[in-house]
């Protein structure tokens, strides 16, 4: 079965400082993986997506399928990165798994 | 483009009761998909539809069910609810598929006593 961990439901880090959310799936086919965010009272939006390799907001994702994971990066973190951060995963069945969550404060 | 809209925002049912939740896409999509979002967890996927039929389907019970208008727009239909069901709903848009960037609405919360 499909699942995507999210190991840190909260990650507190300084402004300035770099910050990495963990993601890891487990599926034994070719995935798509997505970042998507919420910030406070908006709605829930995509940040970025495996399949693009862009940098949205200096965030940016590398799909390792040797250890199955795909990790968010931002080398500086800004206080208006403060959100709740999902990675998800689409399977080749067009099935959308989302992970936990992970709350990221950025501390000024 | 006022975006995805749902209604209602909120719901209070009963155990036994059914509820039907809907959900309209942003103009130019025809894929809606639902999800279901319990306190402290992330979405699950419960249905996906793209021109009035479904394309993807979730591990949830034969108590959901679905349906999209030809004017895109999507009911969701919850039999027999249970205490568990209670949760925010949430609607998504794309042009047409999952893989594309997906456009939330706000949820519906539905409260289940």
């Known amino acids: 079965a499909q699942r995507v961990t999210q190991p840190e439901k909260l990650l507190s880090v300084f402004k300035g400082a770099p910050v990495e959310l963990k993601c890891n799936y487990s599926y034994s086919g070719s995935p798509e993986l997505f970042w998507y965010v919420q910030y406070s009272r908006q709605r829930l939006q995509l940040l970025l997506r495996h399949i693009s390799r862009e940098s949205i907001k200096g965030f940016t994702a590398d799909l390792n399928k040797g250890e199955t994971s795909f990790h968010l990066k931002k080398p500086f973190a800004q206080e208006e990165d403060s959100a709740m951060y999902y990675c998800a995963l689409l399977n080749t069945g067009n099935q959308f798994y989302f992970g936990t969550g992970t709350s990221l404060t950025v501390i000024p | 483009d006022a975006g995805v809209t749902q209604s209602p925002t909120h719901l209070i049912k009963t155990r036994g009761q059914q509820v039907t939740l809907r959900c309209s896409p942003i103009s130019g999509h025809k894929s809606v998909s639902w999800y279901q979002q319990v306190l402290g967890q992330g979405p699950q996927f419960i249905f996906q539809?793209?021109?009035?039929?479904?394309?993807g389907r979730g591990n949830f019970p034969d108590r959901f069910s679905a349906r999209q208008f030809p004017n895109y727009s999507s009911e969701l239909n919850v039999n027999a609810l249970l205490l568990g069901d209670s949760a925010l709903y949430l609607c998504a848009s794309t042009r047409r598929g999952l893989e594309e960037t997906q456009y939330f609405g706000p949820g519906t919360r539905l409260l289940v006593l």
């Open positions: 539809y793209y021109e009035k039929e479904e394309r």
